[in-house]
């Protein structure tokens, strides 16, 4: 892919603009706000590399945008939309985009903390992944352990987490640490196909592959032990697991449904777009409210799959470790989404406005005293989860009063990959990879070789910087770097 | 080859060029049941009668390739080749139909199959034969 070569302008400490007044590659762009980026001078060479830029350009067109098109340190090109953009729009005059939020709907992050040191660990890793491996389904046709009829869906759709503890999976409280308390209002099984209720039901409960994994973590550094305290981290080497999965073919089924929904509908609304895949609706149609609502439901789809396989994480450690959870401690830490649309109120220019604020690859990141961080968490801020890559460090960091500024209290959600599959399975060969992680000191378990290359380390961008930069605009505040003692993955 | 599977960052696409739509659709789903299989061996185990409708050519295109993408979820299977592919228009409106082999997925016999989850528009582009020219199509799956 040719390098971009539009117009960027360092105008705040980690925060680079694109001009409202750059016409595009073709030419013919209108931008209606400018572009922001937030990111360092060493990550904008690889922001350059992938003509991620100018879709941050081409969402500035929306109608109904306000403030500024966002991308996050780790961006990357995606389908209309950018990996790692934040896009508000007006929640009366703007549009909703499904590409804004992405295909795989509520794919986010579980984090789980325990009591337990590394040293626990010593000699029962291989076990813990093979029962992970064992108890969690994972890889392509990996169906889940709980056989639903469609006729069932009901529960998950429409109370998320919350119906997977009432079934027995996980623990009441695990639902006051997730994002809108692992169940988003406003879900309507109705406004699902059929297709996708055919792809949910067997796809409940489980973590499904590409990047998706499991990863069993132990302290590396804490960078703020007040707000690490509060988060339930006290040592270095304090295990700690990281779950990151979403809904599966489920969400996937529902952003095509109505991708193509859109697409035969937007003349009809008079809405012409620079890039097809940035289809989108008036806010106040029905066809955005029916896209809403089924959204919403692969939101409390991908919850309750989180939830159920923290119920599984917590019995494999059991099993493994001959103690109930309870007695290591395996709260759980948060849960948030980072591919999402949420209706949200904000101040613009001194004014409060309610927006429709789309996070694709991007997470919610609320400062201290918000009313919707958990109590426990308030005097600190939410608890964002940024997960590194197998090999690498993996983050826990918090909001910051910055976020609501800039980025409609949003941040970066991961480190953004920099090589494609193909060339991952060239430079990496899978086995070879089990046994370097292996020398330093961490197991993989993964469906298959070239699935372990694809998601080799080097294939990343650097995590510490996009952590980095996110700080430095003052978006997020790093608490925790976890290293990875052991990873299961499709 | 029919076709061509190309890199992109996050995921996988194909070009695929043939003399008729017909076998550009045929070769187009060939090309995602290569970029899932990998190297691995599937046998006609299981018969499926595929089709799809659309108001374009591109999104037709799309939609046949998602309903491989949604069997392959729904059923849990693998498909191994298409056949008896058919492309029609009639006032404005674009339908295929074809009949697919398939087997159910297994870990042992088919390890490391990649999971594509569905078929994008990005930078999409199909052109039907023209003037001796063959029909083209450039695509992405998302996986």
């Known amino acids: 892919m040719p390098a971009w070569t539009g117009p960027l302008e360092r105008v705040a400490e980690a925060v680079w603009e694109i001009p409202q007044d750059y016409k595009g590659q073709r030419g013919d762009l209108s931008m209606r706000v400018p572009g922001r980026i937030i990111t360092t001078e060493r990550l904008i060479e690889g922001i350059r590399a992938d003509n991620a830029a100018e879709q941050v350009a081409n969402v ?29 729009t007006d929640a009366d005059e703007g549009v909703i985009s499904p590409g804004g939020v992405g295909f795989d709907i509520n794919c986010g992050m579980r984090l789980i903390r325990t009591d337990l040191t590394r040293s626990d660990l010593k000699g029962h890793e291989k076990r813990l992944v093979d029962v992970l491996f064992r108890d969690i389904p994972c890889g392509l046709g990996s169906k889940g352990r709980v056989r639903l009829n469609v006729k069932d869906l009901d529960g998950p759709l429409l109370e998320g987490a919350r119906w997977a503890v009432a079934a027995g999976y996980g623990w009441e409280d695990d639902t006051r640490h997730m994002e809108e308390g692992g169940r988003i209002a406003g879900a309507d099984p109705s406004k699902v196909s059929e297709k996708a209720l055919k792809r949910a039901a067997p796809q409940i409960g489980s973590l499904g592959s590409g990047n998706h994994f499991l990863e069993i973590q132990r302290v590396g550094k804490i960078l703020d032990k007040e707000a690490a305290h509060a988060f339930g981290f006290d040592r270095p080497d304090q295990v700690a697991i990281m779950i990151h999965t979403g809904s599966r073919g489920f969400g996937h ?9 859109f697409e035969a509908n937007e003349k009809r609304h008079g809405i012409k777009l620079i890039d097809p895949q940035l289809a989108c609706a008036p806010a106040s149609s029905r066809d955005a409210a029916d896209y809403y609502a089924a959204h919403c439901a692969a939101i409390n789809f991908a919850f309750a799959n989180r939830q159920m396989i923290t119920h599984w994480t917590r019995s494999a450690f059991q099993e493994v470790l001959g103690m109930p959870a309870e007695d290591m401690g395996m709260h759980t830490v948060y849960d948030l989404a980072h591919n999402i649309v949420k209706k949200e109120t904000h101040d613009v220019e001194g004014k409060r406005r309610e927006l429709f604020v789309h996070r694709k690859g991007a997470t919610r990141s609320f400062g201290p005293d918000h009313p919707d961080v958990p109590a426990p968490y308030r005097s600190v801020g939410q ?16 909001g910051s009063p910055g976020a609501m500024k800039l980025t409609f209290g949003s941040s970066c ?28 000191d961490v197991t993989l378990k993964a469906d298959s070789h070239e699935g372990a290359a694809e998601e080799a380390p080097g294939a990343y961008k650097d995590v510490d910087e996009v952590v980095r930069a996110a700080a430095l605009a003052g978006i997020t505040a790093p608490v925790v770097q976890f290293r990875p003692v052991a990873v299961i993955k499709g | 080859m029919p076709f061509h599977v190309f890199e992109h960052t996050a995921d996988i696409g194909i ?24 190297e691995n061996v599937v046998d006609p185990v299981g018969f499926f009668q595929v089709g799809a409708k659309a108001q374009s050519l591109d999104r037709l295109l799309v939609n046949f390739l998602d309903e491989f993408i949604f069997l392959q979820d729904a059923e849990g299977v693998v498909f191994r080749d298409v056949s008896e592919v058919r492309v029609a228009e009639k006032g404005g409106e674009w339908s295929v139909s074809a009949n697919a082999t398939a087997e159910p997925f297994s870990h042992e016999k088919h390890p490391g199959c990649l999971h594509v989850k569905a078929t994008t528009r990005h930078a999409m582009s199909v052109e039907p034969p023209t003037g001796g020219e063959p029909a083209r199509a450039h695509l992405i799956f998302d996986v």
């Open chain 1, 253 to 261: 089924q529902v952003c095509s449904d109505y991708l193509e929904r």
């Open chain 2, 15 to 38: 070009d695929v060029e043939a003399p008729s739509l017909d076998e550009l659709f045929a070769d187009a789903a060939r090309g995602l049941f290569a970029v899932v299989r990998g």
């Open chain 1, 60 to 88: 500035a067109s929306l109608p109904g945008i306000v403030g500024a098109s966002l991308a996050m340190p780790d961006i990357h090109w995606g389908y209309g939309f950018p990996v790692g953009g934040v896009a508000a």
């Open chain 1, 413 to 440: 959600h991961g480190a953004g990959r920099r090589l494609s599959r193909t060339m991952a399975r060239k430079t990496w060969r899978g086995e070879k990879l089990v046994a370097e992680l292996a020398a330093m």
């Open chain 1, 383 to 398: 608890p964002v989860i940024v997960p590194g890559s197998m090999g690498t460090a993996s983050y826990l960091l918090k």
